[in-house]
């Protein structure tokens, strides 16, 4: 019988099709073995996604690790001679902590290296190569470019100090301007300084429209460097087959690489399938005057490849439909009396029936009603493309999306409160009866206090009461709740309300649809704070 490449799973024909591809443009394949010393991560920290790893002692007593990570066992054993290239593939699996099975996940891996002599011309053949293996994938694509010398080039002028930078980094990759000039007056920012880096939010889009004010906004010669590669990639980029956009926030994602990055997405999957960058540093720590360039095409994204949108995601009309994630209950009254308010009502009342699905073709628009603590992970995923969701429970989820505004609805304080008569006992950890586990171990790890976290679901104030916990770490509106419960304030440390969060991979797609939603939301935000 003949063997029939079509009844492989999408990722097993990816990699056929890529190795085939990284072969033919002269790369060898770079097997290694599962384990790594331990100690080459503790290392290089920085360089990881996360720092959980799994480690267990060697029969001689060595500490290793099961990789998380495929480029620092490379970069380590590669040794490039002076003056030569080493092109590399490989086909791997790494192990990384999931959030959201509370486990290691064992993640299939393809990806290329480029080590040694880099210039122009091997990074011209890194990123053709990236959007050449995203072609491979039989899908409309996307490759998102930036480059980290525009970024850094800007702090540099503004003379950001290093401690910042990560929090400002955070606002960045998140697109969350409303955040970001908090942030940047934290890090010692004029206005000026502030509306600057405010400014890459909008370098964001495709490159005829971005490139040409990448260009004009550079303030030193680190950005017209790194505006010039930009230019002469995307100028190698052009008729790759897919779709090349600029977006200097990327840069926020990445910041042990030191040049140009890249991230790509094929439509109808929620997460970035292939990511990369140039790595100079990190070569060099280990190979001195070396450069590198490399990326990684995750394979276990691709399972989902090729299947159908369930009947309720697929498009009625030639419209794009947005899917908006509505959290059910007051907020979402709130939100949906504004989005009718700009044109994205839909003739049937959700309110009077059980359905929890809502649309109207003609605008375009879709609701999934949902547990609002459960927006975001709709939203994270892919199942709605937008959400209204508060920022407790975003922060408590730490959601990989987009947060795109604040709406100033649904305002309230996340508070430590307490019995009226309760004093901290510095002799043993404070009792502490919560629903946001996540906030609450931050916020007490961010003022050196120890305590035991009790997980509730509802009705916290209870746990004091019955001397279940000292105090309770939970989100207070108008105060009626804490004082009919003899409760009182001890400290508030978080300012809440509704955030309008977007898929990373949707925002690709859909970016001009949703940048209209945004921007008549703002523009209704505005006419309604003028009102007051
Ligand atoms: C929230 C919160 C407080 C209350 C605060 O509870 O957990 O209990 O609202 O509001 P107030 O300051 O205006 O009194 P929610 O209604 O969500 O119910 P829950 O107790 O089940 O969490």
Known sequence: MKFDISCLQPKEQASFALRALYEAAGCRKYHMGRFEEYGLYQENRSFLSSEQVITFTDLDGRLLALKPDVTLSIAKTAQPAPGETLRYY???????????????????????????????????????LAAQSLEQLGQPWVLEVSHMGYLFGLLDVLDVPEASRAALLAKLKAKNLHELKAAASAAGLDEAGADALAGLMSLCGSCEDVLPRVEAACRNERMEAAAAELKAITEELAGA?????LDMTLAGEMEYYNGLVFQGYLESLPRPV??????????????PGAGAIGFAVYLDELDRLGAPLPPVQQQKTEKTMLNVALPKGRLGDKVYDLLAGIGYGCPEDYNATRKLVVENPAAGIRYFLVKPSDVAIYVEHGAADVGIVGKDILTEASADVYELLDTGLGKCRMCVAAPADYKDDPSRPVRVATKFVNIAKSYYASIGRDIDIIKLNGSIELAPILGLSDVIVDIVETGTTL???????????????????????????????????LEKLRAALAAKEEKK
């Not at 902590?97 to 880099?118: C, N, R, W, Y």
């Not at 009919?484 to 969060?501: K, Q």
């Open 90 to 128: 490989y086909h791997e699996n790494v192990y990384r902590p999931s959030a959201e099975s509370h486990t290691f996940k064992e993640i299939g891996q393809m990806g290329l290296e480029m080590l040694g002599d880099v210039g122009e011309v091997q990074v011209r053949q890194a990123v053709s």
């Open 241 to 245: 087959g897919g779709s090349i956009r």
């Open 274 to 287: 292939l990511k990369g960058g140039r790595y100079d540093l990190l070569m060099q720590k280990f190979t």
């Open 483 to 517: 004082r009919e419960n003899g409760l009182r304030v001890v400290t508030e440390f978080m300012p809440i309300s509704a955030r309008f969060i977007a898929n990373k991979a949707s925002y690709q797609f859909k970016h001009r649809e949703m940048d209209e939603m």
